[in-house]
């Protein structure tokens, strides 16, 4: 039997970099990762990725980690570690996803193809947004073999969704991540401060400008004028009066798995199981939606419970850290998402930065399963936490 790859083995490159006098060229801890990347960003870019619906959402979604406490276990054999994770009938190397963040031109020139080759280099599933600056073909391509997902924004018109759908299967993206959080924009008082929204500036709409259903019946080309193109995205974009009936079109349109985001209250959990989704993504949109809403950790085990073991689900919103990953698995998480960290690789040092975030994160998750008793992420359980943070 082969030895597996134990990411924490990454610190000993980190250290025997430094008998050469060589330092990390990204800061390690990430509140310093976000502050370099704010001093080089404008305002509008850092703010639309940092801020939210207020801020008090953020706060409860970092804070929660800490009501979680991990009690470790001494004199296992942790010489093996796994870090392997199986969804929907694939074994992913590592139980982490890079979620589905928006407009990632403002960031990179690159966008998301940069973020491509960083995930195709670690092996981790790239989830790609609707509001990408770059069409999910062209990500497809740019990703090759490598595993990825593609979320959907839910428009107004069925068409319009079940031709996106069926453009990500026919792509070879393995699910569809429907969020559903979104039903209209939040009040987000930064992003108003800046007078800021890039898609009313043409910008994160390559999904929509190369879609044949949205193309059809525009007065003009998007290459000749954008701006009937815009008017569509904004008559699509918001769709308030979509309802648990609704989600038969989507689930007739495709082979593929289907997980629905943006899950927090567990009879909704119970509505998805009875709807026909395949997954459950348990998020507040990272503090992005509601101001006030429940820590997104807090509502794991809610969802978890009203579900059981009926379908994977994943968690979203305030992960920093390889112990936020295990606290997660430990409360119901098959897997996570990612998300703002590797916008601040991005920013700072392109496709590498984004491989340097998440290589950091992984061997930290290594390191933290060990130290904490355990030898398999797929093997972690409630018995990782502490009896008073039980209940």
Same mark, same amino acid.
């Given at each position: 039997m082969s030895t597996p790859r134990h990411y924490g083995d990454f610190q000993l490159e980190i250290y025997r970099n430094g008998l050469k006098g060589e330092r990390p060229r990204l800061p390690m801890r990430m509140v310093d990762l976000e502050a370099a990347a704010r001093a080089i960003?404008?305002? &509008?870019?850092?703010?639309?990725? %940092?801020?939210?619906?207020? &801020?008090?959402?953020?706060?409860? !979604?970092? $804070?929660?980690?800490?009501?979680?406490?991990? *009690?470790?276990?001494?004199?296992?054999?942790?010489?093996?570690?796994?870090?392997?994770?199986?969804?929907?009938?694939?074994?992913?190397?590592?139980?982490?996803?890079?979620?589905?963040?928006?407009?990632?031109?403002?960031?990179?020139?690159?966008? &998301?193809?940069?973020?491509?080759?960083?995930?195709? &280099?670690?092996?981790v599933p790239q989830i790609l947004s609707t509001v990408s600056a770059h069409p999910l073909e062209q990500v497809a391509e740019a990703l090759g073999d490598s595993p990825r997902w593609f979320q959907l924004y839910w428009p107004r018109s069925d068409a319009l969704a079940i031709s996106m759908i069926q453009r990500a299967e026919a792509a070879g993206y393995q699910a569809i991540v429907v969020t559903l959080d979104t039903k209209m924009m939040a009040w987000r008082e930064r992003d108003l401060t800046n007078s800021f929204l890039p898609f009313i500036r043409g910008q994160g709409l390559a999904n929509y400008i190369t879609d044949p259903v949205f193309r059809d019946g525009l007065e003009a080309t998007p290459e000749a004028d954008m701006l009937p193109a815009i008017r569509r995205w904004s008559q699509e974009f918001a769709a308030p009066g979509k309802t648990w009936r609704d989600l038969e079109a989507l689930r007739s349109a495709t082979k593929l798995p289907i997980l629905l985001k943006g899950i927090m209250h567990p009879e909704d959990?119970?509505?998805?199981?009875?709807?026909?989704?395949?997954?459950?993504?348990?998020? !507040?949109?990272? +503090?992005?939606?509601?101001? +006030?809403?429940?820590?997104?950790?807090? %509502?794991?085990?809610?969802?978890?419970?009203?579900?059981? $073991?009926? *379908?994977?689900? *994943?968690?979203?919103?305030?992960?920093?850290?390889?112990?936020?990953?295990?606290?997660?698995?430990?409360?119901g998480a098959n897997a996570v998402l990612l998300g703002r960290p590797y916008i601040w690789g991005l920013a700072l040092a392109g496709s590498q930065g984004v491989v340097e975030v998440v290589q950091r994160l992984l061997a930290d998750l290594d390191l933290s399963m060990a130290l904490a008793g355990c030898a398999c992420f797929r093997e972690v359980s409630h018995d990782l936490l502490a009896p008073a943070s039980h209940g």
């Open positions: 960003l404008p305002p &509008e870019s850092y703010w639309y990725v %940092a801020g939210g619906a207020g &801020e008090a959402t953020m706060r409860a !979604n970092r $804070d929660a980690f800490a009501r979680y406490p991990i *009690l470790p276990r001494m004199l296992t054999d942790v010489s093996r570690r796994d870090l392997q994770t199986d969804l929907f009938g694939h074994r992913y190397s590592t139980p982490l996803l890079l979620a589905p963040i928006g407009v990632q031109s403002i960031i990179c020139t690159e966008a &998301e193809l940069a973020v491509s080759r960083a995930a195709r &280099e670690l092996g959990a119970r509505q998805a199981v009875a709807h026909g989704a395949d997954g459950l993504i348990v998020s !507040n949109h990272g +503090g992005r939606q509601v101001d +006030g809403a429940l820590a997104a950790l807090d %509502a794991l085990p809610m969802v978890r419970a009203a579900v059981g $073991d009926a *379908l994977p689900v *994943l968690f979203d919103s305030g992960i920093r850290s390889g112990s936020d990953i295990l606290k997660a698995k430990a409360l």
